[in-house]
C-alpha cells in the first residue's frame, strides 16, 4: 500500500474509533452485563487479501475489566506468525453489547513487531486497529470472529500494511460481575 493511502486508513479507522466512543459516553452509562477481565485467544491469517495461505497465526490477549466511566478496557497482547515473526501490543477496547450475547467490538492500539518470514511490515513500530463480533456462551465464555488491519502508518518508506483475519475465544477471569450479577 502507499503510505498516502495507509495514512487515510488509519485516520479513518481512529476517527470511527473516537466517533463510536463519544457516541457511547452519552448514550451507554450502564454497566455492561459481565465487566470481568478476559484472556482472549486468536488464531487466524495474516495477508487475507493478499497471500492467505502462508501466513498463520496464533494470539493471547489479556483484556481487563473496564476502567473509565465510558467503560474502555486496555489489552496486553502477544501475536506469534508462521516464519519467525511476531507482534507485542497494548489496546483500547469499546465493546457495545447489543444484548446479553452478543458483543461487538472495536479496538485501536499499537506494538513493537519484529519481521520474518515473508511478513515484513517496515518498522518495528506498527498500529493496530480492528472490530470483532463475539457470542457469550455457557458460563460467559465468548466465541467470535474479528478483523484488524496492522500497519506503520507511513513511518516508513516501505508500509504494506497487512489485514488479519482472527476465530476468537476468550474466557472471562474471576467472578461474575455486572448489571445483573451475572
Known amino acids: 500500500m ?7 486508513v488509519i485516520r479513518r479507522a481512529a476517527l470511527i ?27 487466524g491469517a495474516f495477508n487475507i487479501f493478499d497471500h492467505p495461505s502462508e ?22 497482547g502477544v501475536t506469534v506468525v508462521e516464519g519467525g515473526a511476531n507482534f507485542v501490543y497494548g489496546d483500547l477496547h469499546k465493546d457495545f453489547w447489543i444484548d446479553r450475547h452478543w458483543i461487538v467490538t472495536i479496538n485501536l492500539g499499537a506494538g513493537l513487531f519484529h519481521d520474518g518470514g515473508g511478513l515484513h511490515l517496515g518498522n518495528q513500530l506498527e498500529f493496530r486497529s480492528g472490530i470483532a463480533v463475539m457470542r457469550v ?23 504494506p500494511g497487512t489485514e488479519v483475519a482472527v476465530l476468537l475465544l476468550a474466557f472471562p477471569i474471576g467472578k461474575p460481575s455486572g448489571a445483573n450479577g451475572t
Open 137 to 159: 456462551i455457557a458460563d460467559h465464555l465468548r466465541i467470535g470472529i474479528g478483523g484488524y488491519h496492522l500497519s506503520n502508518g507511513g513511518l516508513s518508506d516501505h508500509n
Open 2 to 8: 502507499e503510505s498516502g493511502v495507509v495514512k487515510r
Open 55 to 76: 501466513t498463520l497465526r496464533l494470539g493471547a490477549e489479556y483484556v481487563s475489566h473496564p476502567f473509565s466511566p465510558c467503560f474502555l478496557t486496555a489489552g496486553i
Open 17 to 43: 474509533f473516537w466517533t463510536l466512543l463519544a457516541g457511547s459516553a452519552r448514550a451507554d452509562w450502564s454497566p455492561p452485563p459481565d465487566s470481568r477481565a478476559v484472556v482472549e485467544l486468536s488464531g
